[in-house]
């Protein structure tokens, strides 16, 4: 594998969600995060990407049917990006304010997307496959990319509107968002795999529809 084809795939994983997380931080300039909390969150997610790969891996092992592997690789990615968040930001005094649930959790499923798109684009880019690899970074960045977007932004919002409701009720709150965002995830999952042109277009119909109601979930939270 050429040191091209690892810059290639960078590129096209890494920028598409750094677009991303310009535009979310954008749409919170006047209370801006602290810089190193959010690279830390970022990384965060990235972690949990390089995790929940060889963790998905061992599951593919385990015979199940391939149905329940999607839903089994959709628990593995939204447990492990909430946990890496948690530990990197949520838990910590940089979380101040109701908004901060769903800006970290979105930093760190930008960051998960990140690591992931650079793993998918490596094949493709090494086969010398051009047409292939701008597909496939296309639709991830509308498709999957958008996908853990509205799934993390699920679970932070939950988190947002209980923000001030008490630890025990807010904590079940992020369980309940977690729960959902799983649910929406597998769904995705298993929609996606099959694979017509019908079953992309709801899949993809599903990730913006739900990126539109966590936009308005976002500025409601910002007014809390």
């Known amino acids: 594998m050429s040191a091209s084809t690892l810059l290639f795939a960078f590129i096209g994983g890494f920028l598409p969600a750094l677009l991303w997380l310009w535009f979310w931080l954008h749409e919170d300039r006047l209370h801006p995060e602290p810089r190193g909390a959010i690279v830390l969150t970022f990384i965060g997610g990235m972690a949990a990407a390089l995790l929940a790969y060889f963790t998905e891996r061992s599951i593919i092992g385990m015979g199940f049917a391939f149905s329940v592997t999607l839903i089994l690789w959709a628990i593995v990615e939204e447990v ?96 309940v968002g977690l729960v959902v965002a799983t649910a929406l995830h597998a769904g995705f999952n298993l929609i996606i795999n099959t694979q017509t042109d019908r079953s992309l277009i709801t899949a993809f119909a599903i990730a913006w529809a739900t990126i539109i109601v966590v936009l308005a979930m976002f500025e409601k939270v910002k007014r809390l």
Request: hydrophobic content about 55%.
């Open 80 to 175: 492990f990006k909430f946990g890496f968040a948690y530990f990197t930001a949520l838990r910590r005094k940089v979380c101040d304010e109701p908004v901060d649930d769903m800006i970290y959790m979105l930093t760190a499923a930008l960051g998960f997307a990140a690591l992931e798109n650079t793993l998918f684009l490596i094949a493709p880019l090494a086969s010398g496959d051009i047409a292939k690899s701008l597909l496939t970074g296309n639709l991830r960045f509308i498709g999957a990319t958008l996908l853990h977007i509205a799934a993390s932004s699920l679970i932070g919002a939950f988190g947002a509107f209980y923000f001030y409701k008490g630890r025990k009720a807010r904590d079940i709150a992020i369980v």
